[in-house]
């Protein structure tokens, strides 16, 4: 079974400063990460998804994060946030169990970005 | 394209009463997943679906949830006897299937159920 802590439950940023959003993962094989938006009332979407090759992973709206196996992380991080990025974000992970790869999701972060 | 589409977005229901919550996913997607999401916490996993096949219901809390596919297309998630705990948004996804692949799920907007 896997399992995903996302420790901060709230962050609040300035506009145009950095931010971190922290992600820790439990599991016993090779899972594979992603990293999704969910704006209010609306469904998820993705950001980026980490499946093999290189750590570090790009993705839409200038997010990236970067897997890091010894440390069991995969913290998603922004260079300049905007106010149209508040919104909620989950971390998630998933293992092939040969018929589908169901996703394990962490508790959220909501990220609270002003002026 | 059409992404996925939930109806009802809201749906009222008084404890004991049954509900069906329908999931239309993209076009030519085999994999069909729902998830529930309760009020401030992550999705949860319900069941899983292969086209037409459930093969996987590990998540459904109990024996008053029901999901089918039958066409292999659109699904309808189905609670007797509604309670309280079963307040939540079901959140239903699909993606594409290949064997030894993973593939990204999309995401509909959710039926946001709510048992008075």
């Known amino acids: 079974a896997q399992s995903v802590t996302q420790l901060d439950s709230q962050v609040p940023v300035f506009e145009e400063a950095p931010v971190e959003l922290r992600c820790n993962y439990s599991?016993?094989?090779?899972?594979?990460l992603f990293w999704y938006v969910q704006y209010p009332n609306q469904g998820l979407q993705l950001l980026l998804k980490?499946?093999?090759?290189?750590?570090l992973v790009k993705g839409i709206n200038g997010f990236e994060a970067e897997f890091n196996k010894s440390q069991t992380s995969f913290h998603l991080r922004k260079p300049s946030v905007h106010i149209s990025d508040t919104a909620e974000y989950f971390c998630a992970v998933s293992a092939y169990s040969g018929t589908a790869s169901k996703l394990t999701f962490g508790t959220g972060t909501r990220l609270q970005v002003t002026l | 394209g059409a992404g996925v589409s939930q109806s009802p977005r809201y749906k009222v229901a008084k404890r004991g009463q049954d509900v069906a919550l329908r999931c239309d996913p993209i076009s030519g997607h085999v994999s069909l997943f729902w998830y529930q999401q309760a009020l401030g916490q992550g999705p949860e996993f319900l069941t899983y679906?292969?086209?037409?096949?459930?093969?996987?219901k590990s998540g459904l809390p109990s024996d008053r949830f029901f999901a089918e596919r039958p066409e292999g297309s659109v699904s309808t998630l189905k609670i007797q006897r509604t309670q309280q705990e079963d307040s939540a948004v079901y959140l239903c996804?699909?993606?594409?299937?290949?064997?030894?692949?993973?593939?990204?799920?999309?995401f509909g907007p959710g039926t946001r159920l709510t048992v008075t």
């Open positions: 980490y499946l093999s090759g290189s750590t």
């Open positions: 679906f292969q086209n037409e096949a459930q093969l996987d």
């Open positions: 599991s016993s094989v090779s899972v594979y």
């Open positions: 996804a699909s993606s594409l299937y290949r064997q030894g692949a993973t593939y990204e799920q999309y």
